[in-house]
């Protein structure tokens, strides 16, 4: 039998060397090259598999595994150059969230905002971009065309999420939402601008309600 592999043998430079380990005393030159091509081709994929680990890694939230503001709006502002307008874009905000931390500490909040974001991603991973833009802010961005009937038929099943939630763990979760609608000129930042806006509307109204914000 024979096998190859490869070391490094220089720790400060990207030095190595192969080695083959054989019970025979000759090998052909044909099954040495081989023995080359297939663990240089291995430890290639390896590192195009470790590479595509770290992008992913530097893409997610990481306590809730969503994508991170820098992510969701390089993925949304890219969507948005190659596609028309009519896409439906939420922010959605934890009522009372200070209150929940400052009750029952922050090892429980936690809990809850990666309860919600297992939420989101059971409701919307297969036809939106899910992320948290930072405490207890999520945005989501559907790249599959809903109507403004169906759009809030899917805020409704967050906040029905959330109102479940809150009966599990016996306190007061729930979610406000606002929400924007894409045109041929938008960005990431003004579908993020007017969201906000509607996002206090819901606030102000009396929490846990989503409003629109057309016109963006």
Same mark, same amino acid.
């Given at each position: 039998?024979?096998?190859?592999?490869?070391?490094? %043998?220089?720790?400060?430079?990207?030095? *190595?060397?192969?080695?083959?380990?054989?019970? $025979?005393? *000759?090998? /052909?030159?044909?099954?040495?090259? &081989?023995?080359?091509?297939?663990?240089?081709? $291995?430890?290639?994929?390896?590192?195009?598999?470790?590479?595509?680990?770290?992008?992913?890694?530097?893409?997610?939230?990481?306590?809730?595994?969503?994508?991170? &503001?820098?992510?969701?709006?390089?993925?949304?502002?890219?969507?948005? =150059?190659?596609?028309?307008?009519? *896409?439906?874009? =939420?922010?959605?905000?934890?009522?009372? @969230?200070?209150?929940?931390?400052?009750?029952?500490?922050?090892?429980?909040?936690? =809990?809850?905002?990666?309860?919600?974001?297992?939420?989101?991603?059971?409701?919307?991973?297969? /036809?939106? %971009?899910?992320? &948290?833009?930072?405490?207890?802010? @999520?945005?989501?961005?559907?790249?599959? *065309?809903?109507?403004? $009937?169906?759009?809030?038929?899917?805020?409704? &099943?967050?906040?029905?999420?959330?109102?479940?939630?809150?009966?599990?763990?016996?306190?007061?979760?729930?979610?406000?939402?606002? +929400?924007?609608?894409?045109? +041929?000129?938008?960005?990431?930042?003004?579908?993020?601008?007017?969201?906000?806006?509607?996002? %206090? $509307?819901?606030?102000?109204?009396?929490?846990?309600?989503?409003?629109?914000?057309?016109?963006?």
């Amino acid at each position: 039998s024979i096998q190859a592999g490869i070391k490094k %043998y220089n720790q400060e430079k990207d030095a *190595y060397f192969l080695f083959l380990v054989a019970d $025979q005393p *000759y090998i /052909k030159a044909s099954t040495i090259q &081989r023995l080359i091509d297939e663990t240089l081709l $291995q430890k290639a994929n390896q590192a195009v598999e470790y590479s595509q680990y770290l992008e992913k890694i530097i893409e997610l939230d990481s306590l809730t595994g969503l994508y991170n &503001r820098i992510a969701i709006e390089n993925k949304i502002d890219t969507f948005l =150059m190659n596609h028309d307008k009519g *896409y439906a874009f =939420m922010v959605i905000d934890v009522d009372n @969230f200070k209150k929940l931390n400052d009750t029952y500490g922050h090892l429980y909040g936690d =809990m809850i905002l990666i309860e919600i974001a297992n939420l989101l991603k059971d409701l919307f991973q297969e /036809k939106a %971009y899910i992320g &948290r833009a930072g405490g207890d802010e @999520f945005i989501i961005f559907f790249h599959q *065309y809903l109507s403004f $009937q169906d759009t809030a038929h899917e805020a409704y &099943r967050i906040i029905k999420g959330c109102e479940d939630l809150s009966s599990k763990h016996n306190n007061n979760i729930s979610c406000s939402i606002g +929400i924007s609608f894409s045109s +041929i000129e938008s960005t990431f930042s003004k579908l993020y601008a007017a969201a906000d806006s509607a996002l %206090y $509307q819901s606030k102000n109204a009396g929490k846990a309600q989503f409003t629109f914000k057309k016109g963006v």
